[in-house]
């Protein structure tokens, strides 16, 4: 993308925008007619041969198609800036403000004026302008209201706007294992997607299975452009390696995308110090929101809704111990937001207690409940810069404690197992388990199986705590081709049986793939209860043959949607 001066080859193109934005953009001000009769402003080309010689004219430009243009006068009157109809909220307007800005001063303008749309007015009042007076104007023979707007004092706006313009919000989920980030990140992503806002994407995953990765991936705006995600898993964020891969994301992400917000989700066991010591000194990038994500059904119950939070902290300090209970405390401390998640599961009247047990951790956080995610992306533009200020003390103090785990990319005496099986689950026996292993040591468990009592589909694991939910992601192709109802034609199932042909799985394309992380004293306990759950060979000649084991799951399973 690059923005060059006009020429007269680019009038057509710029008619053509010119003509389309107004009548799809400002259609929501303005009346048919009078878009109409604005729009018909452009038709003469002999007109736009005379602006071309008597004011500037720049074209931005994206692989040869013009998305946008800008004018302005050597008195500092801005007469045009027009972004595509496709190309809104992807920062094509601010580039081009600021090439006004940056042509302005260059000869000396002390002071930029306009003649402004309903429609573009918040636009240059977020560069400072303010409006003089609201006038009717006649566009060809109808008149319509605008503002005229101005902005004075340029040298200062102008590194104002540099600063704005020239860093991306960065937006950050962290929180502890299981405490409803991806959840979160998809249903952000899902909006990003309906309101046309330009994203990237970072997650992290401490395993090699990479599961939020890939739940990430399957979201519509990753599907559409795989060019905004980056995933980074098989290490911690705050790890050495972790903040090397994060800098080398980002740069990527900005070679190649122009996004009005990055949005990051760190693993569970992150510590959000080292994140805020890296983006304190970035250019291209700025910290706006580090959200926490706490799990309220988890401090309910292991913490008695908060209360014990400060306690045990208190006990670790005292015995020069540092676990999980500092990692959950100090992410609070660090946090600019905090969100409650699956509030919906505790008493209503608890959730002030809750409240009050985090602003004595953190007395300057905000505290919001948040439901299954939805959580408006609209807020995360008004966030202000990240207060590094706030945190420098206890910065000072943790930066030493800290530096011992840098290299580290499983701290806090956690571990991971990873469980890779063709076979499906004997559903009993994983009810079974489930109840009888999973101790307050297994912190988190996620990943994608499937039963054998429910053989054509695929299932999200999603243990947090002492909760479990299973979730559809879709069919396995085997699944939806042994199927008679499977309602494809019959070119759809010859292609997805050649699809099919390629998987070398047992059970053509069906796995299971799981992750455990825990106390290293209580994984391999409950990883071995879980392996002994797949079904044996004896069960699964059983199976083949129509059998059908007690499945004691609920029968209603929510499909995972954006």
């Known amino acids: 993308m690059r923005i060059r001066e006009a020429n007269k080859k680019d009038i057509p193109k710029m008619k053509k925008l010119f003509k389309e934005t107004i009548l799809e953009i400002n259609k929501k001000d303005y009346s048919e007619n009078q878009v109409n009769d604005w729009a018909s402003c452009g038709e003469d080309e002999s007109s736009w041969e005379a602006k071309l010689t008597k ?12 998305i946008g243009f800008c004018a302005i006068n050597k008195s500092g009157f801005i007469n045009s800036i027009f972004v595509s109809k496709n190309h809104q909220r992807k920062s094509i307007g601010k580039k081009m403000m600021q090439k006004i800005i940056d042509y302005a001063s260059t000869i000396s303008i002390k002071k930029l004026r306009s003649e402004v749309s309903i429609t573009a007015k918040p636009f240059f009042e977020s560069f400072g302008f303010k409006v003089i007076m609201k006038q009717e104007v006649k566009a060809n023979k109808l008149t319509l209201s605008n503002y005229v707007m101005e902005k004075k004092d340029m040298n200062t706006s102008k590194i104002k706007s540099k600063s704005s313009i020239s860093k991306v919000d960065v937006v950050i989920l962290n929180g502890f294992l299981g405490s409803g980030k991806t959840t979160l990140f998809r249903n952000l992503l899902s909006q990003a997607k309906k309101k046309n806002i330009p994203v990237c994407a970072v997650v992290n995953d401490m395993s090699e299975l990479d599961v939020d990765g890939e739940l990430i991936s399957n979201t519509d705006v990753v599907e559409e452009n795989n060019e905004i995600l980056v995933s980074i898993p098989s290490c911690v964020l705050s790890s050495k390696q972790g903040i090397k891969k994060l800098d080398a994301s980002i740069k990527k992400l900005l070679s190649k995308q122009s996004p009005e917000l990055i949005i990051i989700e760190t693993s569970g066991s992150c510590h959000p110090l080292p994140l805020v010591e890296y983006f304190k000194s ?30 045990k902290m208190q006990e670790n300090l005292a015995q020069g111990k540092r676990d999980t209970v500092n990692l959950l405390v100090e992410q609070i401390m660090f946090c600019s937001h905090l969100i409650l998640t699956k509030a919906d599961r505790i008493e209503k009247e608890k959730l002030p207690d809750i409240a009050t047990y985090i602003q004595n951790i953190n007395p300057n956080v905000s505290t919001h409940s948040v439901h299954f995610g939805k959580l408006n992306i609209d807020a995360l533009f008004e966030i202000p810069e990240y207060n590094y200020f706030q945190v420098a003390q206890l910065t000072e103090e943790l930066r030493t404690v800290l530096d011992n785990q840098e290299n580290e990319d499983k701290p806090y005496d956690l571990a991971t197992r990873v469980i890779k099986d063709e076979r499906p689950f004997h559903p009993q026996r994983l009810w079974d388990a489930c109840h009888n292993h999973l101790d307050q040591g297994i912190y988190r468990s996620k990943g994608f199986f499937w039963l054998s009592s429910r053989n054509k589909y695929s299932l999200l694991w999603n243990q947090a705590a002492g909760s479990i939910s299973l979730e559809l992601i879709g069919s396995w192709r085997a699944g939806i081709i042994e199927d008679e109802n499977h309602g494809l034609l019959e070119f759809e199932l010859e292609l997805l049986k050649q699809q099919l042909a390629k998987e070398k799985g047992r059970f053509g394309d069906r796995r299971c793939d799981l992750t455990v992380i825990g106390d290293q004293s209580k994984v391999d306990r409950f990883t071995d209860a879980l392996t002994s759950c797949f079904l044996t060979e004896d069960e ?21 949607t954006d």
Request: with cysteine; net charge negative.
């Open 55 to 66: 004011v500037k004219y720049f074209v931005c430009e994206n692989e040869n198609q013009i």
């Open 282 to 311: 970035q250019e291209k990038v700025k910290l706006t929101g580090l959200f926490t994500l706490v799990d309220s059904l988890m401090l309910a119950h292991d913490y008695h809704y908060g209360e014990t939070l400060i306690p």
């Open 540 to 560: 699964i000649k059983l199976w083949e043959e129509g059998y059908e084991f007690p499945d004691p799951w609920p029968k209603r399973i929510v499909k995972l």
